[in-house]
């Protein structure tokens, strides 16, 4: 009789045990899950567009697993490049089939523009970022702000959507870098 007790107490003991293991597991993922969206969620809602923040961050899965805003701005400056890279592909694109002299000129005109963008970022804009001169790399990211404007102001409403969307990602990053700067 008591050996079964003893035995029934352990089966019991163990499976209490379990379950606050495996409690614990759900806690520690939901906990996480939460701090990731909250991090891009929280520090979005500090730039001037947060909705084109947010969405392209999230979309990107190198953002969900960061876990400060100096790991998501350093993707988000990564994004953005790469954003810029696809619109001198489409301006390029589309310059090559116009037949259009002076359109071909403005699509040529900001193919160019946002290569100045992309390169400007990625080979000024990062190393000041990385040394920690957020001020710096801020001045480097608003570069993109004005290639886009500038597109914009050749009347180009071709890709007005992929260009405001990026002037709009531009302005949020800028954001971010006051906000590094700030801390
Ligand atoms: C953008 O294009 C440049 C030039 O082709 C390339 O060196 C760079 O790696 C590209 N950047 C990204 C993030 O795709
Ligand atoms: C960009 O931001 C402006 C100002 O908030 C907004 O009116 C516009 O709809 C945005 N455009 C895109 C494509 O995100």
Not at 18 to 45: E, P, R
Not at 51 to 72: F, G, H, Q, Y
Not at 129 to 138: P, T, V, W
Not at 164 to 176: A, E, G, H, P, R
């Amino acid at each position: 009789m008591n050996m079964v007790y003893s035995y029934l107490s352990l089966f019991v003991f163990s499976i209490v045990i379990h379950l606050l293991l495996i409690h614990h597991q759900n806690t520690v993922i939901a906990t996480d899950y939460s701090n990731d969206v909250s991090l891009i969620t929280k520090s979005c809602s500090g730039t001037e567009v947060p909705s084109v923040c947010t969405s392209i961050l999230e979309a990107d899965p190198r953002s969900t697993a960061t876990t400060n805003l100096k790991w998501l701005s350093r993707v988000g400056i990564d994004i953005l490049c790469k954003k810029a890279n696809e619109t001198i592909s489409i301006f390029k694109k589309a310059a090559e089939s116009e037949t259009d002299p002076s359109l071909k000129q403005n699509l040529e005109f900001c193919g160019r523009i946002f290569g100045d963008c992309s390169y400007v970022v990625q080979h000024e804009g990062i190393p000041y970022f990385e040394s920690g001169d957020y001020k710096s790399a801020k001045m480097e990211i608003y570069t993109c702000c004005v290639t886009a404007s500038d597109c914009q102001d050749t009347g180009i409403k071709l890709f007005s959507k992929e260009v405001q969307t990026l002037y709009n990602f531009s302005v949020d990053m800028t954001n971010f870098m006051d906000m590094l700067s700030s801390n």
